[in-house]
């Protein structure tokens, strides 16, 4: 069962270059927070305590020019407790030009 309301977001298509700021909220039953992986450089985190928010931003970086058309980009966020349990929180995306 995951803590997290919506543990999965779609952010529908995104143009390369630009951030995105994705809050996933907690639900009242949440653990204490022991630590929170991003996957990625491109993701940065922040959990606010008193609202149990956890702010994403997400760093579109540019596609290289070899690449073409439209990318799909998953990007994973791990989250483990105090008591050793884990949720996994999901940000999937199209990226364009």
């Not at 997290?4 to 996933?24: D, E, H, Q, Y």
Request: one cysteine or more; proline letters at 6%; aromatic letters at 6%.
């Amino acid at each position: 069962m995951s803590h997290w309301i919506n543990p999965t977001v779609n952010l529908g298509i995104i143009k390369a270059g630009s951030a995105k700021r994705i809050v996933f909220q907690a639900t009242d039953t949440i653990p204490t927070i022991k630590s929170i992986e991003p996957y990625c450089g491109c993701t940065a985190t922040e959990y606010k305590e008193e609202t149990k928010e956890l702010v994403i931003t997400y760093s579109n970086g540019v596609i290289p020019p070899q690449v073409e058309g439209p990318q799909a980009t998953t990007k994973r966020i791990d989250i483990t407790y105090e008591d050793d349990t884990a949720d996994v929180l999901i940000i999937n995306a199209t990226r364009i030009r």
